[in-house]
């Protein structure tokens, strides 16, 4: 087998026939093989299937009845099952034209390359198929500052933020991948060096069906990206300073609507409490939580020390407004920056340490051992 096409797929029924058609005539004389990961609620699989029957090439359906890493996850998980190592993926949606793959897989015949990149910034690309004006702005945005945050890494890439591209799955290292979204191409290339090559290709409208992207897929990919640029300490304090600064904004009203400082803190506090730990638990320590205790007992231990940390947090802003006469906003802001490293160290520490199983590592061990992985895997230091 010299090429295994990966489409990783979420309910693209009305696409499946004419995607197998157009890559079984895109790659006449290359010897390959389409593999379908499906995390589909519809009957993409039984289409999957039917198409499989009467393909000349052969065509595989895996199905995830828990999906894990998104469309990223996905990928990883056809890189595995693929039985060639030049691995090709492509949406599902056809946006990627699969006559494209036989211009794809002759420069990466080359074999001076680990990963070739179909491109729509590149010479000639175009990004017709996004659906508006905002969607071309967001894009374009979102692949300038991607590639600002990772100047060395990506200095030869236009597109770091396509789906669509063909890689030596040998030269990815899947032990240091943690896929979290859909643009797994920007994970692989911000982790290790890659020598790189790209052709232009025009992105074209959805064949049928409707898009995924929406305002979720956005924030995961911030979140992605500020994890592969920082790792999880930088990640933490985005997300304490996003509540530093609604406490701080909460003071302020409480306190413009004549609410005495001490009250307007004490509910302030208790606010950023509770979202913070929503947000913790889906951005930063998603990944511990299967090997934590329970969630209630994660949010009792969380809460819990907050609200102990508040308690002395609190007497420190009184004497810093009765008797240094700093203003309530100042006060409340200075102490929440000291606040910061103590709850990071907490989290890590107790909050997500792994249940008890036998012979554990030292919590102080489990956390040095985190912050070196977290401090040393992402793209560029």
Known sequence: MQLSIIVPTYNEAPNVVELVRRVVAATAGIDAEIVFVDDSSDDTPDVIREAAASAP????????????????????????????????????????????????????SRGDVDVVIASRYAGGGTAHGLADRTRVVVSKTSTAVTRAMFPVRLKDVTDPMTGFFLIDRRSVDEAVLKPRGFKIL???????????????????????????????????????????????????????????????????????????????????????????????????????????????????????????EALIRIPIIAVMVESWHFSAVLATAITLVFAFFVRFLFHSLVVYAPRKAGVQPSPARRFVEELDAQATTPGEL
């Open 186 to 308: 920007l994970e692989i290339l911000a982790r290790r060096p890659l020598r790189i090559a790209e052709v232009p290709f025009d992105f074209a409208d959805r064949h049928a069906g409707e898009s995924k992207a929406s305002m979720r897929q956005g924030i995961h990919f911030l979140t992605q990206l500020t994890a592969l640029r920082f790792g999880k300490m930088s990640l933490f304090a985005v997300i304490g300073g996003l509540g530093a600064v609604a406490n701080v904004a909460i003071v302020w009203a409480l306190t413009q609507l004549g609410v005495d400082y001490i009250v307007a803190a004490i509910i302030a506090a208790e606010v950023t409490i509770i979202g913070n730990f929503l947000l913790l638990e889906h951005f930063v320590f998603h990944d511990m939580r299967q090997h934590a205790s329970s969630g209630w007992m994660r949010f009792a231990k969380s809460f819990t020390f907050n609200n102990v």
């Open 57 to 108: 090439l052969p065509v595989r359906v895996i199905h995830r009845d828990a999906p894990v890493g998104g469309l990223g996850g996905a990928v990883l998980e056809g890189f595995a099952a693929a039985e060639a190592d030049a691995c090709l993926v492509i949406d599902g949606d056809l946006q990627h034209p699969p006559e494209k793959i036989p211009e794809l897989w002759s420069r990466f």
